[in-house]
């Protein structure tokens, strides 16, 4: 049987970073509010770069590091809802970037789960026997969708790049997903809403440009289906948390995260997190923690990892895999 083995996890951030006390010298907010709201003291945010920018750097060490030749990549996927243009796509820059001419490539747009929602994609063209090697990145620019005079918005989002690539196996890799949408609540998280500017359209635009969220509802939404969600995902395995290594969860809110944790019944010191130092990076923050995982030296060849992502659409997705 075919599998998708990951090889490698690498991610990009900004140089620049804006601390909670920086941003209170714009809104009307303090280190206190934020951190003790939602774990974050600081964000990268990008001063020059695009999202495009940031998953080549990440992409380009992936390929390096694993000593792909460009030409045999068959395949780029990348996970963003804070693409440089809505075309060429924000993959097919990647791919330019990196040489990449055999690849075919698309981005995909599924928020704080696009990056998991790709990597399901590019595991079925591997299982299919279509493509043998892929690039899967999950970038944002989130800042350039960012209302900065919104304190309950722009306290919380970051930017940054991950990814991984796959590689055809015959063992570990990806082993069972669980995978949803519920557009009936949509429109409680939306940005970059695009309003028709024809001089025949006489409708009133219906939503901002920027990001805007009904906080409580993602709050009890996340904390509601994504345990059911990795519960249905060992259930699928016949594992239980105690053949877990780790659980990386979406990087949007401490305490979402935390009550996740609790009705998993699963020790804190299985989930992994570092939203106080980047924020919430909507569909990069996964890749971005697994990458950080992999330099501290916590990912080990045959550890098995939950990953879930959870966010706008509404979306949410579960993934196992093997180291």
């Known amino acids: 049987m075919i599998r998708s083995r990951i090889i490698g996890f690498e991610r990009a951030l900004p140089p620049f970073t804006v601390t909670n006390d920086d941003l209170a010298e714009i809104v009307d907010t303090s280190d206190e509010w934020i951190s003790s709201r939602t774990g974050i003291h600081k964000r990268h945010l990008a001063v020059d770069q695009n999202t495009s920018d940031l998953c080549i750097i990440a992409a380009d060490k992936l390929i ?4 792909w030749n460009p030409l045999s990549v068959d395949l780029i996927v990348l996970g963003t809802v ?52 892929a690039i899967v990145l999950g970038g944002e620019t989130l800042s350039k969708i960012t209302d900065w005079s919104d304190r309950s918005t722009c306290v919380l989002f970051g930017d940054g790049a991950g990814g991984v690539l796959l590689e055809a196996a015959e063992e570990g890799g990806i082993l069972f997903e669980d995978i949803h949408s519920d557009g009936s609540r949509g429109m409680a998280l939306t940005a970059g809403y695009r309003a028709n500017k024809s001089p025949y359209y006489k409708a009133e635009p219906k939503s901002s440009e920027f990001i805007d969220m009904n906080g409580r509802e993602v709050f009890t939404f996340a904390t509601r289906k994504v345990p059911e969600s990795i519960n249905r995902v060992l259930e699928q395995s016949g594992m239980t948390m105690d053949d877990i290594s780790y659980v990386v969860l979406h990087q949007a809110n401490t305490r979402i995260n935390e009550v996740i944790a609790r009705k998993l019944k699963a020790p804190a010191e299985k989930f992994f997190s570092n939203i106080d130092k980047i924020g919430n990076t909507s569909g990069a923050s996964v890749p971005i923690a697994l990458a950080k995982m992999n330099e501290e030296g916590l990912l080990k060849k045959g550890d098995k990892i939950l990953i879930s992502g959870f966010g706008g659409g509404l979306t949410w997705a579960t993934m196992l895999i093997e180291l």
């Open 64 to 67: 390096k590091k694993a000593g």
């Open 82 to 133: 804070s693409p440089d243009y809505t075309t060429p796509s924000t993959a097919c820059l990647v791919q330019e970037a990196l040489g990449c001419k055999n690849a075919f490539c698309f981005d995909l747009a599924a928020a704080c789960s696009g990056f998991i929602y790709s990597l399901s994609v590019a595991d079925k063209f591997i299982k299919a026997g279509e493509v043998k090697r």
